[in-house]
């Protein structure tokens, strides 16, 4: 079947449910409730409170919608069409309420095209209107799909919800111009709020909330630090994304949080015909994303596919004081500084742990290598556990960013420089700069073997090398991988600390000698011999 045929067939199946017996008496009851709202006062009173269902706030919820939601696609005619709820939806409003009014994190994984983003504003929507003391905050990837004024973005469906329901229902004195403003929708009546941010790494700090919406999560650069900034500010987080390789938004599906799962097949109007055409027209990654809800096919242009469980053994595979130990650094401060501990044995690497974290100046860093915390500290329990597990362990040789030296995360001092105050000495040669030097080293230490000690740090960093990827350009109307240098995102930086970690291992193993500190006034101690290790 052509493309022309397969659309009119989906047409015929749109039209046809939509002149359905069931489908008509719903929308009949609809017309029959707005036409006693518009004559009765009473109505209105009744309608309000058949809403509101302080009792049952499921059935109040599904009653708001159904009877005066609406959703608006481009893609069909009529655009505008009242919002009838499958089935499925029904039971995705029964989550969300129960997760919102409960206080429990969630996640949804779905299919491209369910209408979540919409089930979701009406469902924020209806909390406005109906639920005292309310304060809810939603987010995507990026500004535009929060609030660019269109119904692309969610404000944009907010704005289109908020004009199509009459007016008796609008709160008492709403002003669009006063009470809608860039991310922010009050109702003057009771004073509850939904507001709106784009993806970092303080995404959700500050101001308690009722619940806190992540859409498409798996695209988030910082999904992983965003997610845990927020968990002080809500009981409630809830994910929604179709998968985009196996990220955090993968790993946080995995953690045992409540799933609903959402899959084409639950539509009532997509099929097995539908499904084998979508198949005939996209590559093997879109169909694993956009429908298949795969994690592990999703993910294309990996700078490392030799990452896989071949090559890569995760198990229990912690520190042994009888090995060398190699560190890696990749520096950042806006951007994650991330470290990587590992250990050489019987030709393989192992990685005993891993660290990261944004925002941090250098010296913060320092207590996770000596293992020795001063009392005036702000860490973490998290951060403590970690500082406690390395306490004890050997002066390790350290690689990391030759641009370590210059940056400058502290006042009138260079990342290296203020590394060597506390004895860590950072090795690194100028050749390292080069992308493909790193990935070669990188490339044959992942097929010597690689043993993963199994913790939710050493996790992650998998996670971001799974994830990490070549930059996709346009030409011509065609799409290319551009293998000369990744893509700049959230995986990017574990990567970095690794390539540099294996450049150092791999210079040391074929010159017979340890890389040291250029930034050093001298290479040699008063013996005479190389210097190179710090903590």
């Known amino acids: 079947m052509n493309e022309l045929e397969e659309y009119q067939r989906e047409e015929k199946i749109f039209e046809e449910y939509h002149k359905s017996s069931d489908y008509s008496s719903r929308v009949l009851e609809r017309l029959k409730i707005t036409d006693a709202t518009d004559r009765n006062a009473e109505a209105k009173i009744l309608a309000w409170q058949l809403c509101e269902r302080k009792d049952n706030p499921v059935e109040g919820c599904i009653f708001f919608i159904e009877n005066f939601g609406w959703t608006f696609d481009p893609r069909r005619i009529p655009y505008h069409l009242p919002f009838i709820l499958y089935d499925y939806q029904k039971e995705a409003i029964k989550w969300f309420v129960e997760h919102i009014d409960e206080g429990k994190d969630g996640l949804v994984e779905k299919s491209r095209d369910m209408g979540v983003t919409w089930l979701t504003v009406w469902i924020f929507l209806w909390y406005w209107l109906f639920r005292d003391g309310t304060n809810l905050l939603v987010g995507s990837y990026k500004e535009a799909l929060v609030d660019d004024k269109t119904d692309d973005s969610i404000f944009g469906k907010l704005d289109y919800a908020l004009s199509n329901l009459p007016n008796w229902i609008l709160p008492r004195g709403y002003n669009h111009d006063k009470h809608r403003t860039k991310l922010r929708l009050i109702n003057p009546v009771n004073k509850n709020l939904i507001s709106g941010d784009t993806m970092n790494a303080n995404f959700g700090r500050g101001s308690r909330k009722t ?108 520190y042994n004081p009888g090995l060398p130990l190699y560190v890696g650094w990749d520096f950042g401060r806006e951007d994650p500084t991330t470290i990587i501990w590992s250990q050489p044995y019987k030709g393989k690497l192992r990685i005993i742990d891993t660290y990261t974290k944004t925002g941090k100046n250098i010296d913060f860093f320092v207590p996770f290598v000596t293992g020795v915390v001063s009392s005036d ?42 590394l060597r105050q506390y004895g860590i000495i950072i090795n690194y040669n100028n050749s390292w700069n080069v992308f493909q030097n790193r990935r070669r080293a990188a490339k044959s230490i992942i097929l010597s073997g690689i043993e993963l000690n199994k913790n939710s740090r050493t996790e992650y960093f998998s996670m971001c090398i799974l994830n990490s990827v070549y930059k996709k350009v346009r030409r011509e109307g065609n799409e290319d991988v551009k293998t000369d240098k990744p893509d700049h995102n959230w995986a990017s930086h574990f990567r970095s600390a690794f390539e540099y970690l294996c450049l150092g291992i791999s210079e040391f193993t074929e010159r017979s000698m340890k890389p040291f500190d250029k930034f050093k006034t001298s290479p040699y101690d008063r013996s005479g011999r190389r210097r190179v290790i710090g903590y």
């Open 211 to 318: 619940a806190i919406f992540f859409d498409e999560l798996g695209s988030w650069d910082y999904a992983k630090d965003a997610w845990a900034s927020s968990g002080d500010t809500t009981r409630c987080r809830l994910a929604n994304s179709t998968p985009k390789g196996f990220n955090f938004y993968a790993q946080l599906r995995n953690s045992g949080i409540d799933v609903m799962t959402l899959h084409w097949s639950r539509h009532p109007l997509k099929d097995e015909q539908w499904y084998l055409f979508q198949k005939s027209r996209r590559s093997v990654e879109e169909i694993a994303q956009e429908l298949d809800i795969s994690y592990q096919k999703s993910q294309e242009r990996r700078v490392y596919p030799e990452w896989d469980e071949t090559n890569v053994e995760t198990g229990f595979f912690e």
């Open 377 to 418: 500290n702000h860490y973490s329990k998290e951060d403590l556990e970690v500082i406690i597990y390395h306490h004890g362990w050997k002066k390790g040789i350290h690689f990391g960013d030759p641009a370590g030296r210059f940056r400058n995360q502290v006042v009138d001092a260079t990342v290296l420089s203020t």
